[in-house]
C-alpha cells in the first residue's frame, strides 16, 4: 500500500467542486507561483513551520532539541534549519502549539478513514473528496491508490492540479477521476516562467490530452491585476480553453492575499504584496471575455 505527505485534510470546503467535500491537501508542487497561497505545500519534505504571535520565548523547544537546530533569538525561538531532523520533539515542547510540522506521512487506509467520516455529508450535498495540494500529481502513485480507495467506497471525486506533470500520471488517474479542476494562468510561455518558474508547453498540451479522453474539466483561473488580468491573455485563455470542448466552465478566482502570512512564517519573500485584489468591476470584465467565446464563466469556486 502507497503512503504519502499530507499537508491538511480540510472538511467542510466549499470552494473545491460540487455539494459539500473533503479536501485533501498533497505536499510538494513544481511550481512556485508568486501567488500562492499554500505555500506550505510546495516543498516535497516535511517543515518546521513559527506562528511568532504565539511565540512566548520559553525556551522549551530548545531544551528537547537533539541536534540543536533550535536556536535563541531576541527574544522568541526560531529554527535554524541546519540540523534539523524533523523529528517534531520542538512541536511536541511548545506550549502554545507556536511550532508546528507541516506534512504528515500517511497510508491511503488512514486517509480513507478521515475522510469517510463525513460520508453522510457527501451523500446530502452531492459532494465529494478532492485532491489538490501543492500539485497532488506530484504524488502518482498515492494519489492513484486513494481514488481507486474513493472509487470502490463509491464517492465522488475531483482532482486540483496544476497540469504540470507527466502526460502517463495525469491520463492514468482519468478514468479514476469524476472532475478535474484544471488551472491555467498564463498562455506566454516566457511570463508564465518568469512567474511560476515553469513552462505553460505541458500544462497546455495535457488539457488538450485530457479533453480528448475525460468529459468534465473546471477551468480555474486566478485573476491577478497587472499580471495576467490584461486584455490580450485574458482572450487568449478563453480562446484555448474554447478549443477544448470537455472543459465544461471557467471559475474565476479573484487574488487575495492570505498566502503573505504563510511565506513569513516559513521565512520566505511574498513577491506581490503591493498587488491590489480586483475589483467586482475587474472581475466581471474578465467574466466577459470568456463568455464571449461561449464559455459558461463564473466568479469565484
Not at 503591493?274 to 464559455?295: H, I, N, V, W, Y
Amino acid at each position: 500500500m502507497e503512503s504519502g505527505l499530507v499537508t491538511n485534510i480540510q472538511k467542510y470546503s466549499i470552494q473545491d467542486g460540487p455539494g459539500i467535500r473533503t479536501t485533501v491537501f498533497l505536499k510538494g508542487c513544481p511550481l512556485r507561483c508568486w501567488w500562492c497561497h499554500n505555500p506550505e505545500s510546495l516543498s516535497p519534505q516535511p517543515e518546521i513551520v513559527v506562528f511568532e504571535s504565539r511565540c512566548l520565548g520559553c525556551g522549551n523547544c530548545k531544551k528537547v532539541c537533539p541536534t540543536g537546530a533550535v536556536v535563541s533569538a531576541v527574544d522568541k525561538v526560531e529554527h535554524s534549519g541546519a540540523s534539523c531532523i524533523l523529528c517534531g520533539d520542538c512541536v511536541t515542547a511548545c506550549p502554545t502549539g507556536a511550532r508546528q510540522l507541516i506534512g504528515k506521512r500517511m497510508t491511503v487506509t488512514e486517509v480513507m478513514t478521515e475522510v469517510l467520516k463525513d460520508r453522510l455529508f457527501y451523500e446530502d450535498s452531492g459532494g465529494g473528496i478532492t485532491f489538490s495540494g501543492g500539485e497532488p500529481l506530484a504524488q502518482p502513485l498515492f494519489l492513484k491508490e486513494l481514488l481507486e480507495g474513493c472509487r470502490a467506497c463509491g464517492l465522488h471525486t475531483a482532482v486540483d492540479t496544476c497540469g504540470y506533470a507527466l502526460r502517463e500520471h495525469l491520463l492514468s488517474v482519468a478514468p479514476l477521476t469524476d472532475l478535474f479542476l484544471y488551472d491555467i494562468k498564463i498562455t506566454d510561455d516566457a511570463k508564465h516562467r518568469h512567474y511560476t518558474s515553469v513552462s505553460n508547453v505541458p500544462i497546455l498540451e495535457n488539457l488538450t490530452a485530457l479533453g480528448k479522453i475525460h468529459n468534465n474539466i473546471w477551468l480555474r483561473m486566478p485573476i491577478i491585476p497587472g499580471l495576467n488580468d490584461d486584455d490580450e491573455n485574458l482572450e487568449a485563455v478563453a480562446r484555448f480553453v474554447a478549443s477544448v470542448p470537455a472543459v465544461r466552465q471557467v471559475n474565476l478566482l479573484p487574488y487575495h492575499k492570505t498566502g503573505i502570512a504563510k511565506f513569513k512564517r516559513l521565512r520566505q519573500t511574498y513577491c506581490l504584496e503591493e498587488t491590489p485584489d480586483p475589483s467586482p468591476k475587474d472581475m466581471e470584465k474578465a467574466r466577459q471575455k470568456f463568455c464571449a467565446f461561449g464559455l459558461i464563466a463564473k466568479t469565484g469556486g
